[in-house]
């Protein structure tokens, strides 16, 4: 005899009652393992670095985690020069990535629309520093950048969705 629609609905249920009711076993990757895929992680990153390369600093976020600092309008020897201010001192970005630091402008920097975007040092990074020192503001050698948001949370514990971190 056919099932009415109502018979097969509570039976359904019933299916699923069950099947949500069974033990379930999850098996979680151990600390060895999380390790070595974070080490990968900081492995790729560097073999990537060194047969790449990354700008010490952009005008946009890349595919590099970057610290995002204002920019600035700077008057220098009477022309406007764009740059930006890291840890009390001003610079302004070179179009290979570097940066010159700036000592002689005249008047007051003038804050302007936009960012710029410094490399980070993972391993010297803690959330309680300052940046100053796990920022590479464009004129340092870079050590330990790492590409990639999921790479980062996965080293260093913080979880972030973009690859800016601040």
Wanted: aromatic residues 10%; hydrophobic residues 35%; glycine residues 6%.
């Amino acid at each position: 005899m056919p099932l009415s629609q109502l018979e097969r609905t509570q039976q359904r249920r019933r299916l699923l009652r069950a099947a949500a009711s069974a033990p379930v076993v999850f098996t979680l990757p151990t600390g060895a393992v999380l390790a070595a895929t974070s080490l990968s992680c900081a492995d790729q990153s560097a073999e990537r670095f060194l047969s790449e390369g990354a700008p010490g600093v952009t005008t946009s976020p890349d595919s590099w985690m970057r610290f995002q600092v204002q920019a600035f309008e700077f008057k220098l020897n009477g022309d406007r020069v764009n740059g930006f201010e890291f840890n009390n001192a001003y610079y302004q970005p070179n179009p290979d990535g570097t940066v010159a630091q700036i000592t002689n402008w005249t008047g007051q920097p003038k804050q302007i629309a936009g960012n710029y975007h410094l490399l980070v040092d993972y391993s010297t990074y803690s959330s309680t520093s300052s940046p100053h020192l796990y920022v590479y503001p464009g004129q340092a050698p870079v050590s330990n950048p790492i590409a990639g948001a999921s790479c980062w949370s996965s080293l260093t514990g913080v979880l972030l969705t973009t690859n800016i971190i601040n």
